[in-house]
Nanobody, 116 residues
Framework: QVQLVESGGGLVQAGGSLRLSCAAS????????MGWYRQAPGKQRELVAT???????NYADSVKGRFTISRDNAKNTVYLQMNSLKPEDTATYYC??????????WGLGTQVTVSS
């Protein structure tokens, strides 16, 4: 089992920045990919960014050039640096991890609110 705990959400004005962190614990040796999803009210959960254990990254088109995902394997932590935030980035952001068997794990989420 893997446990994921997010931190770093909050309220920010449009154009501002936030950094989210997600610390993994438990069977961390099995983790292959970590990343972030988000869900806005009334909308489906969507992929934001992922990062493999080798550092390969993938981003949703809506955040390319503004968000950066990074991973510290020594600390078992993944980060999401969010710059140039827009009101449409407002959502609950969930940390996600997948292990070598393809099992998915989720954090409880952290709220990000961007005011216009």
């Amino acid at each position: 089992q893997v446990q994921l705990v997010e931190s770093g959400g909050g309220l920010v004005q449009a154009g501002g920045s936030l950094r989210l962190s997600c610390a993994a614990s438990g069977s961390i040796f099995s983790i292959n990919v970590m990343g972030w999803y988000r869900q806005a009210p009334g909308k489906q959960r969507e992929l934001v960014a992922t990062c493999t254990s080798r550092g390969s990254t993938n981003y949703a088109d809506s955040v390319k050039g503004r968000f950066t995902i990074s991973r510290d394997n020594a600390k078992n932590t993944v980060y999401l640096q969010m710059n140039s935030l827009k009101p449409e980035d407002t959502a609950t952001y969930y940390c996600w991890a997948a292990d070598s068997l393809g099992r998915a794990y989720w954090g409880l989420g952290t709220q990000v609110t961007v005011s216009s």
